[in-house]
């Protein structure tokens, strides 16, 4: 690693150092860094645990235990200067044991672990939030032989290199980063690089029956659910059209939760949501910048009144600073699942589907010439 110097245009080589040296240790130090900044492992993922001790009849730690956005566990381990001969082996077992955590019971780690943190935090909301899902019964997690393993160190042994490339041709999810401190003076720098990629996954699991019969149900649940809101979405493009609302002409049916359809802006859509307890139409500002959608958001809600007299109800103003998104939406609680109701369900949509294209349809000139005035196309 180099520093660059500006003013005399060179570059000067950085000290390469030992976390012993610097006084780093696995678990107060490298075990927290990447446990608050989990993407330096180059993904997403959703730290659930640390210093895992629950494998029955063994008091075996794992340092981080993960979820990525596929739902799958990641089992993180952590050396420091050298990664001994045993990573790999202790890995495999943890992986092995992990492989027999249901969903019910992958939620429950998390909550504790959240409780420790502080309280007030639900673990099936934040998890629905990271994989994307309106309802935690359509959360897959931990699913088959899909574990999943990162482990991290300064230098690996060539044992365990040559034992990860063999795990890699018969299908186990390995990674493999290297971790180096530098040091310029007080300034301490860290590089975290990928040494061995990612193949897919095979069979690692004990003692799965209870899993196997809830993932059992899952699928069959999921199953369920997508027909279910196939069927639910065709009726009510089907309605829609008798209607005469052009927006969702040419949208297709699908299983998600939700249903699009554009505005003419680029990242501004219309949306309809469909859940088991609820159905929901929003006026969705979701271009790429953050910024930009609270500044056009913030356009509209100073006209919220007018907005929502135009409207004929008051409608649900949502900026969500910490979110990329901002929404303005309408909702009414129905039990989705039953068929008997979903008449009343499409005449519902369909009217306020009717009424959000009225009302929002004359503003995205104005956010179009917001958006020329003040931001970057």
Known sequence: MYRIHRQTNRITALSQVTFSELGFTERAHLQEWLAN????????LLIIQKEFDGFDDTKERLDLLAIDK?????????????????????SLKYAAYCSALSKTQVAEIFQRY?????????????????????????VTLNHGTNQR??????????????????LLKHNVLVKCFRAKPYQDGADLFLTIEQLIPLPEAEELMIGVSEKEVEEQAVERGEFTR???????WQKTLEALEQAGVKRYANVTPGHDHWLNAGSGLSGVHYSMIFTRHEVRVSFE????????????????????SELDGAYGAPLSWRRMGDKKASIIEIAREFDGHNRDNWPDMIDWLVEQVQRMVRVFE????KLRAKIRDCYTL
């Open 70 to 90: 596929s739902g799958a566990l990641v089992i993180i381990e952590n050396k420091l200067d050298d990664s001994g001969r045993n990573v790999v082996w202790q």
């Open 149 to 166: 393993l990162i482990m991290v160190a300064a230098e690996f042994r060539k044992e365990v290199t040559s034992a990860v490339l063999w």
């Open 37 to 44: 900044q989990p993407d330096a492992l180059g993904e997403e």
């Open 114 to 138: 959240l409780d420790k943190l502080g309280p007030g935090c639900d673990a099936k909301s934040i998890i629905c939030e990271f994989l994307g899902k309106e309802e935690f019964e359509e």
């Open 285 to 304: 500002l979701a271009r790429t910048s953050k910024e930009e959608n609270k500044g056009l958001f913030d356009v509209l809600q100073a006209r919220a």
């Open 226 to 232: 997508h027909q279910l809101r196939l069927e639910f």
């Open 362 to 365: 004359p503003e995205i000139s």
